[in-house]
Structure formats: C-alpha cells, structure tokens
C-alpha cells in the first residue's frame, strides 16, 4: 500500500484506481451482497455463502464483493449484478433457495429474473421510486462501494476534499466556507457547526480535539450506524478537515457498543488512512499531524449528550455536566473540543468539495442541506433515506415509505427520539426541519422516525417513553431522577385504569417541572413525549380515565380477548399454545376463553388463522 | 471461574495503565469471562491507580458491565420504539415463560441469559432478538421461543462432545460481526 507523500499523489492514485475498477469491472461480472446489520438480520450471510457455492459448482467466475445500507431495508437481503459496465440489477428479499434460479437465469442464460427485481441501478437509483424525492448526499457511497477499501472510497473522489483544504485552503476560510453553507448538527439540536469550530479555534487551550457523536442511542434510530458502516472513511475525512481547521491533533470517535459492526469497519478505515499517510505525522505532506482513536459506549443513553460523552472518553462514568463553559471553550480534559455528529462530519467533505453555495442551494432558509431519515415502524418500506430539508412528512411517509401497511390507519409519527414527540396526521403537511418540528412539539433529533398506527396506543407510547427515560436517566440531578419515577408512575396508573382527571394536570405540571429544571438537554426534553401527546392525542388519554377503555386495543388492564363463534373452526391450535390453559372447547366446535386464566398474551390472537380471536 | 492475575493484567496491558482507557480494559475483560470478576475489578483499579470504588461505579453505571456471569447464550430482545410497536415486549414475555427467568437473569443451568435492549439499530426489521451477536429480523414470540428451544435441545444433543458453534437461522458462523477490535 503506497504511502501518499504529498498531495499531488493523491490525484494519479484516484485516477489509477478508478482505471482499475473500470477495467476489472468492463470484463467481469460483480455480484454485491448488502451486509449492514440489516442485511444480516435479514440473512444475507447465508445468501451470500449459497451465492458463493453455486457460483463454485457451475465454475462461474464472479467477483464478489460486500457493501452498507442501501437503503432498502425493507428489501434486505439486497443482491446487486452487475455485468461489464452495464447497470446494476437490484434484486431484493433475496433468500437462499431464490439463488440457484438467479444464477441460472441471469448469469448463465443473461435473462435478469424480473419477478424479483426490486430495480435497476446506473451512477444513481433513478429507477427506484423510493429514491424519487431522496436526495443521497451524505449517504452517496452507502452500498455503493465496498466500506472496507479505501481504494474504492479515492476511486469515488474520496479524499479529495481533503487535498484541496490542506493544499489550497487557510483553517479560516474552511471554518468559513462551513459557515457560509449553513450546515447545523445533524446529532438533533441544530447549532451552526461553522460558528463552533470558529469559538473552538478562538478558545484558549494547549491543545485541542475532534470528536465524532456516533453513541445514536435513540431507540428506533439507525442513521448513524448506518452510515458508519457504509462509508466510514467520509466521517474521517470530514474529522481530518475539521482537525485542520482547528488545530486539533488527536480525535475521537464514540461509538455505541451494540454496533460491532460499525466499530469493525471504522476501525479498518482508521487503520487504512493511516497506512495511506491520510492519519499521523505530516499528512499529505503538510506539517500537521492527526491521529484518530475509536472509544466503545458500554451502553448508556445519556452518554450521547455532549457532556456526558466526553467524560466517558474520559474513563469516567457518563454524567453530564452543567454547562457553564461549552465543549468548544473546556471540552475533554477541559480543552477546547469540536464535537460533531457523525452525519454532521460526512457532510464536510462535501461542503469542501462542492462549495457553499451547492449545500446551501437545497434545504430551508434556516436549514440547509440534506437529513438523512430512517423509517421504521408501521410503514410499507422500511429504511434509511436522505431527503432534502424542508421535504413534508407526508412527501416521506407516503411517497418514500409507501404509507402504512395492510388494513391499519396512519396515527402519528414519532420524530427525534425520547427527546422528540409524536405528531399527529393534520401535521402532515409539515415542513421537516428543526424549527418547524420544534414548534410541533417534537424535534429533529438525530432522525429516527417511528410510524404508528391505529393499533398504536399513544398514552403506551408515552409511558414506553418514561419507561426508558426512567432506566436512562444518569441519576445526577433530581428533577429528571425524580420527576420521570412520578411520571411513569401516573402514566402507568392511566394505563390500568386507575387514574383520574386530576392526575392529567398532575402529569403536565410534573412535565414542566422537569423541562424546566433538569440539568442537561436529555432531561430538559424528556417530557416531551408526554406533552406532545397529552398536545395532540388527549382524547386517548381521557377514554384510559373515564371510559376505562384503550381505544388501540393495547393497554392489558383495559382490554379483553375473545373468540367469534361464527369464526372459529375449533381447530385447537390456540388452546394447545395457551400457556394458561384458559382456551377450552370441543374439537371442531367453537372454543371459549376463560377470562379469569387468561394473562392477555395474545399468543391466541397470533396463532389463530381464521382471524377468529378479537380484542375488545 | 477461575481469575488469572496474569491474564487480567495481560488484557490491561494491551493499553498504557491510564484512567481513560478504563472502559475499553473492563470491555475487554468481560469479553473474556462473560462478566466482571471481582478480583479483575480490583486488579484494574489498582493498575491504573484509581480507587476500586470509582471502577465499580464504572461496572455498574453502564449496563453491558454484568457483575454476574452471564449465560452460554445471551439472548436480547430489543425494546427499541419501532420493535415494542411491532410487538417486542410479547416476545420478551414468551421467552420469560419458556425460560423460567425474568429479563436480567440467567438460567440455574448457566444456558441461556435473557436481556431487554433498548435499540439495536435494527428498526426496520423489527422485532429483533439477538442471541450471541447473532441478530434475527422479524421475530414472533412463536419463533422466538422455537430458536431457544433449537438451541436447548442441540446442547442437550451436544452433551457427548462440545458444541462451539451455535445452530443459526442464518448459519454460515462468519464472526466478522463479532469483531473486538477497537
């Protein structure tokens, strides 16, 4: 691997590489398998193992090669082939015994297998309809190319925006070029990232740091792992500018601890760049040197706020701190610190590369640029998508996540996480960007977006919230310590059936309280799901109070199940699968449960196949 | 279990004894013993000269420290927003009931723990359970509890010789997910 001495090495390398690609790829067949986690889950390994058998048997030369998310998770596993220079043929829920017909067809008898075509990949995925209203900035390399070699990240122009700020840019025109486009923190709170390199640049310190925020503890968000899987090196590309700029020499990555994966393949990059002369002393040439180190959570929410993040880096546990000074002014080791997003440093090389101007050309007024989404929940396709700012949500529930599936009902959809709300269907038409879903009552958060239907209880929604805030919540200071215990507690009575109207005033001022006086961003937002929904779904709550009902049919303490004698063919299926035994009935009668046995698992429900077991 | 000094102070010595890499050194050693043994807490405080109680307050603040060994298969059921939409907390409930244990213990036979995760970063093929680093996408409490049960009766099948390497949906044990490298 050729070290690179300078930056003029970099242009011939790129230009080599992608002579090489072009050549191996015009005379072979390239068959990609999509391994993110998501892939995974859905089995891609095996599909990939049985690929790799066929090929063997039917002495097929193929050459195969692994790349991130696409996307398309509701698609995974993905398959892409691709001959000589032509397109490349999406194949989608791919699995194992889908294989030999695949190779058959369209290898050996060059007839592509229409039926399980998901669709066709040129430069772009134009052809795709869940592509049509995504605009894949950030995410452009994301199963696209291999995220364990460098060399397809230079063949696709990676790197590139690094020579040109080292070689013709000054720390202060990058910090200003960052300004100028309007990029804001992709994390979720949205504050211009130009203006904090400039105070961390300012500050006064010995020395200074980069750190990447790749903790996205959200529940229900997977951008971010995504993207780390899928193209590490452009996080390291943007942390190398942003360590110029501001005179930093040593980074860090956070990196929560349930994502091997994306620890394995940051790690691989890391250990490229360096090989590369992209990381260490005199990078490129120039006389700054850098060196970027991987820090594993250990699994803790609140280890993605700012404060509390760096004192885990630290080796302490991860309290956050109140915030007297900001991270750029006495961050790690009370040294000034950049600290970005994961997304937020993807987007640097861009910015770099393309200019201001081009960022800031899509987006808002006040929210420039692209966001990357995942979509997950009651909603047809499933995914990571990137859209530009000021997109609806409608536009992305229906047009990108094709609506929600089989007989259900949009209810709502839940954005930024338990710090974000849930908003309501006349919200729809909603303009997604950080102002706008602030004044809804939710937030950007880092983007994980959860579609709930009508068999979504929205005041279980609320308590699952508190439920986890409860667990997350680092003990510090009182106000979110306490204040959550007595909110999943009021919540919980509502759920069984126990409360009364006073206890909803109770809730809000409680809520209050706790947004008012907590001593961190994770605090001071946790309440909102409660507000939001108390804002947008009170009917709901109210039907828990005074009706003792749960309209979505969830809440235990409110619901029973029975079985439609008209419906029921007395197969027994559900009396055998009853852990109670509280199903009885004749063979090929209509059974009966018995409600002082039944736990309410729904295990009846499951199994039933003539859709004979209600909730009521 | 027993709890080799040397193999602790190998594990610390993959870093320089600083405090800051007192996450990665207590990581690692779970790693290896499936938990945290007493005697490597003590180990690890005295190596970076840090007070055991500051060190135990790392092991029990952040919650994939286990103080207790945990079991040969560690199964997770994520509880993340869009798996308890999709149904995650019944499939919690259906391995509690076949298991015998309750989310945060291990079986009496040392086989199986059972974990509620929030999020694994799977959403979009929700529910998810993980055993061993192995993720399976669209679970039911039906399927979830045939995976355990497949799982229970290969050990008992495996008793005569050992069994490394743990039957998979998926199968194909490539470990690259599994990586420990940081």
Known sequence: MPELKSVEELEPLRDHLQRDLKVSAKSSTRITVGMGTCGISAGAREVMRVIREELRERDIEARMSTVGCMGMCSREPLVDIQQGDGPRVAYGNVKPDMVPRIIEEHLMNGQVVDDWVVGRVTTRCEDIPFYDKQQRQVMRNCGMIDPESIEEYIASGGYQALAKALTTMTPREIISEIKASGLRGRGGAGFPTGRKWESTLEAEGDVRYVVANGDEGDPGAFMNRSLMEGDPHAIIEGMIIGAYAIGANEGFIYVRDEYPLAVKNLSLALEQAREYGLLGENILGVPFDLDIRIVRGAGAFVCGESSALMQSIEGKVGEPRPKHYHATERGLWDQPTALNNVETWANVPLIINNGAEWFASSGTEDSKGTKTFCLAGQITNTGYVEVPMGITLREIVYDIGGGVPGDGAFKAIQTGGPSGGCIPADKLDLAVDYDSLLEAGSMMGSGGMIVMDNHTCMVDVARYFVDFLKDESCGKCSPCREGIRRMLKILTRITEGDADMADLDLLEELAKTVQNASLCGLGKSAPNPVLSTLRYFRDEYEAHIKDKTCPAGVCRALIEYYIHPEACTGCGLCSRDCPQDAISGERKEPHAIDQELCIKCGICHDVCRFDAVGVR | ?182
């Open chain 2, 1 to 182: 279990m027993t709890v080799e000094l040397k193999r602790i102070n190998e594990i610390i010595d993959c870093y320089s004894a600083e405090r800051m890499h007192a996450l990665a050194i207590l990581q690692d050693i779970q790693r290896e013993y499936n938990f945290l043994p007493r005697e490597a807490l003590e180990q690890t405080a005295q190596r970076l000269g840090v007070p055991e109680g500051e060190i135990y307050r790392l092991a029990t603040f952040f919650k994939s420290f286990s103080l207790h060994p945990k079991g040969k298969y560690v199964c997770k059921v994520c509880l993340g927003t869009a798996c308890h939409v999709l149904g995650g907390p019944r499939i919690l409930e259906s391995l509690e009931r076949e298991l015998g244990i309750e989310a945060g213990e291990t079986t009496p036979d040392g086989m199986f723990s059972l974990e509620a995760v929030r999020c694994l970063g799977a959403c979009a093929l929700g529910p998810v359970v993980v055993i061993n680093e192995e993720p399976y996408a669209h679970t039911t409490p039906d399927r979830a509890v045939k995976l355990v049960r497949r799982l229970a009766a290969s050990e008992d099948e495996a008793e005569a010789g050992p069994a490394d390497e743990m039957p998979s949906i998926q199968s194909a044990a490539d470990s690259s997910s599994a990586s420990r490298s940081a």
